[in-house]
């Protein structure tokens, strides 16, 4: 496995988990709300921002055919699709100066395009990442055009089957590409826990071999948390100053504090996941002192007998160890012995 290299950054295995906050649309077309979503972002602990890169007419035609009008049950129902992405999309005039304020504060920038003039622009203001959406894995020839970039690639897999995963994934590496991460991503807005199948991370590092994380449309903390117990390098979350402010995406996205309250449990996840050493950590050896071990806890004679009235074990742990009591049993005393003495081998006739 390759691990992605990003601004600098190396994401992966090993690494600090990479926190993307996705900015979408809640800008609500206002630049200078987008400005404040990075700050915002930059605060809460982000490691990058994620823009999205198309316009209206590069996601569809205008139309008010039945079939270009959303249903099923979404936040989206009734609206048709150019409507939707002329209230959503982020002005690529913008984007230049929004990556530059972002790099600014320490954040990497990068985007989704949406197809090849996307690409083309993302080329020119020199993004260091692409993401490809969910709605765009089975898009092999716009997987195919972003993978000869030569930059990492991080593709969502909402809605995918195994083998259109493994399409994908091919397509990306027989045009060049060789830092690839797939994100384990469920296309319902916002999600329901029951939705996300966590598990499936595993599998596509055992069948890709690649670096794996979650795009989390829940609203809610406690995915992301999850997700990095079971080995997530990248969590994507979107993002807005308040879900309180109507927009297409607001409903699942984070706001400042609960990404902030999200970094910091992912932090203390990460550290406590630890390694599979087995030994004690170095700041549990001051507490082995306070473990059971063999005690004389009667006055003794040199010669008398050790019995289960004059020896036991208790704490501290200065003593031989519990497991030696059936040894020392039975055997003599080779001095006297104060009652509160912790036990030793030169203790024991027998043994001294």
């Known amino acids: ?26 800008h609500h077309q206002n630049f200078d709300e987008a400005v404040k979503l990075i700050a915002a972002a930059k605060k809460s602990g982000a490691d990058a921002v994620k823009l999205q890169t198309y316009t209206p007419d590069t996601m569809t035609i205008k139309s008010s055919s039945q079939c270009f009008q959303v249903k099923g049950g979404t936040l989206w129902d009734n609206q048709y699709l150019y409507d939707l992405y002329q209230e959503a999309y982020t002005p690529w005039q913008w984007q230049p100066k929004l990556k530059e304020i972002a790099e600014e504060l320490g954040l990497a920038c990068f985007s989704t395009p949406f197809d090849i003039s996307a690409v083309d622009f993302l080329e020119r203001i020199g993004v260091p990442a692409y993401k490809v959406a969910s709605f765009e894995l089975v898009d092999l020839p716009l997987i195919e055009y972003i993978a000869r970039t030569g930059k990492p690639m991080i593709m969502s897999t909402g809605m995918a089957t195994a083998d259109e995963i493994e399409e994908a994934v091919a397509a990306a590496r027989s045009a060049g590409a060789s830092q690839i991460a797939l994100l384990k991503c469920t296309s319902a807005y916002p999600a329901p826990p029951e939705s996300l199948n966590l598990r499936a991370m595993q599998e596509f590092q055992r069948r890709w071999d690649v670096v794996v994380g979650l795009s989390d449309h829940t609203v809610s903390i406690t995915a992301a948390v999850a997700a990095v117990a079971l080995g997530a390098c990248i969590i994507e979350k979107h993002f ?15 706001e400042p504090q609960e990404f902030e309250e999200m970094s910091q449990a992912v932090r203390f ?11 004690p ?3 549990e050896n001051a507490m082995r002192a306070l473990r059971r071990s063999l005690f004389v806890v009667q006055d003794m004679q040199m010669g008398e007998l050790f019995t289960e009235k004059n020896v036991r074990s208790i704490r501290p742990g200065y003593g031989l160890p519990p497991k030696r009591l059936k040894d020392v049993l039975g055997k003599h005393a080779a001095t006297d012995i104060k009652q509160g003495t912790p036990l030793s081998e030169e203790m024991i006739k027998e043994f001294s």
């Open 1 to 26: 496995m390759n691990n992605l290299l990003i601004n600098g950054r190396s994401v992966g295995p090993g690494k600090p988990v990479y926190l993307v906050a996705e900015l979408s649309a809640n």
């Open 281 to 283: 950590s170095g700041d």
């Open 269 to 279: 996840t990460e550290k406590a996941l630890g390694s599979a050493y087995l030994q």
């Open 240 to 254: 807005t100053l308040s879900r309180s402010v109507p927009g297409p995406d607001s409903a699942f996205s984070l």
